[in-house]
Each structure stands twice: as structure tokens, then as C-alpha cells.
T-cell receptor
Framework: GQQLNQSPQSMFIQEGEDVSMNCTSS?????WLWYKQDPGEGPVLLIA?????ELTSNGRLTAQFGITRKDSFLNISASIPSDVGIYFC????????????FGTGTRLKVLA | NAGVTQTPKFQVLKTGQSMTLQCAQD?????MYWYRQDPGMGLRLIYY???????DKGEVPNGYNVSRLNKREFSLRLESAAPSQTSVYFC??????????FGPGTRLLVL
């Protein structure tokens, strides 16, 4: 089946640093979603992207829908301790399905 | 609004026992989903319901059944639980903007 390759798998950063992560696929997507999951909780939607080239911000978070429609990027600026968690990307295929494909997650740890 | 709610939050089963996981949403969404999440893996789709009255298999449907009881509720049933079904189960719903919202999860241990 389709897969989303998410990288990096994990990262340790210093408080105040910027963070970048991405998802890539061999398939074309018509929607990209980015989620954050805290331990013991369900994923929480951060940003939704609907068209190629779209750049959307949510506070210190910025995500982009890749021009090829096969990738997406999430940046976090000036990280703070509460940014700790697992970040997931999810893509909805352009074939009109209602299904979403999820990446395996990027585990972020912020060192104060 | 409560969003997406799931019950129970935790459950321990013995191999061969059955149980139903309940999910409800109050956002008037058409589509609902059941996922499982295992350590080191992303969310894998078990079943989904694009609209009331329809259900379809996802990536890992074996060992599960679902019922879309009405627009609000979508249940997941394990008829004969197996240790391989130990996981965290998430229900989600999606509306017209294609964004998907998740419940808090059900943690299931099968002994």
C-alpha cells in the first residue's frame, strides 16, 4: 500500500532552536494534515493544507504543501519545552478516497 | 462541544473474549474512522465509514467488525480478541473541510 516517509524519526534540540521535518511519498496527495500527539493523548490537528504550494502558519508553526504534491514540510520556530511530542503527517490521496495515510512520526525532544 | 469521545479508556481482555469499542462525535461529520497505533508505527486504518450506512475496510481489518449505528456513532468490535490486537485504538471523524479530528483513545491489552 501507499506509504509516507517521515523524517527525521526523532530529534533532540535546544530550547529556542528552529525545527524542520518533512513527509515524502511516491503518491500524489490532495490534502496534507499535520498533527501533534502528547503521551497518552490522541493526535491534535495543527495545520491543514489543501493545494500545491500552499504555505500556512499556526503561531510558531508553518507548514507547506509541496509543489509536486508528493511532499509536505513542517517548521517550528523558537522551540519551547511544550513542543515536546510526536508529530505526524497525514495525506489524503487525490483519487477521491476518504482514507488518510499517516507517516510514522517525528519524536521531538526539547532540552531546556 | 465534546468533539470525539471514546469508551472505554482502558480495557484488559483474555484471549478469545469479545468487546465493543464505542465512539461518538458531535460535530455533524459524515465520515468516521477507526485506527490502531502500535509502538514505533504510525496510525493504521482498520475500517472507515464515508457516510451513514456505509463501511469499508482499511489497511488492517482482519479480526475486527464495525457498525455505523447512526451519523454520530461508529463502533468497533473484536469478536475473539488475540494478543496481536493489543494496541491503542483511536476513533476519528471528518467533515467537509477534510480535516480529521481524533478521540482520546482506548488502550487495550489482550492477555
Amino acid at each position: 500500500g501507499q506509504q509516507l516517509n517521515q523524517s527525521p524519526q526523532s530529534m533532540f534540540i535546544q530550547e529556542g532552536e528552529d525545527v524542520s521535518m518533512n513527509c515524502t511519498s511516491s503518491s500524489i496527495f490532495n490534502t496534507w494534515l499535520w498533527y501533534k500527539q502528547d503521551p497518552g493523548e490522541g493526535p491534535v490537528l495543527l495545520i491543514a493544507l489543501y493545494k500545491a504550494g500552499e504555505l500556512t502558519s499556526n503561531g510558531r508553526l508553518t507548514a507547506q504543501f509541496g509543489i509536486t504534491r508528493k511532499d509536505s514540510f513542517l517548521n517550528i520556530s523558537a522551540s519551547i519545552p511544550s513542543d515536546v511530542g510526536i508529530y505526524f503527517c497525514a495525506g489524503q490521496l487525490s483519487s477521491g478516497t476518504y482514507k488518510y495515510i499517516f507517516g510514522t512520526g517525528t519524536r521531538l525532544k526539547v532540552l531546556a | 462541544n465534546a468533539g470525539v469521545t471514546q469508551t472505554p479508556k482502558f480495557q484488559v481482555l483474555k484471549t478469545g473474549q469479545s468487546m465493543t469499542l464505542q465512539c461518538a462525535q458531535d460535530m455533524n461529520h459524515n465520515s468516521m474512522y477507526w485506527y490502531r497505533q502500535d509502538p514505533g508505527m504510525g496510525l493504521r486504518l482498520i475500517y472507515y465509514s464515508a457516510s451513514e450506512g456505509t463501511t469499508d475496510k482499511g489497511e488492517v481489518p482482519n479480526g475486527y467488525n464495525v457498525s455505523r449505528l447512526n451519523k454520530r456513532e461508529f463502533s468497533l468490535r473484536l469478536e475473539s480478541a488475540a494478543p496481536s490486537q493489543t494496541s491503542v485504538y483511536f476513533c476519528a471523524s471528518s467533515g467537509g473541510l477534510k480535516t480529521q479530528y481524533f478521540g482520546p483513545g482506548t488502550r487495550l491489552l489482550v492477555l
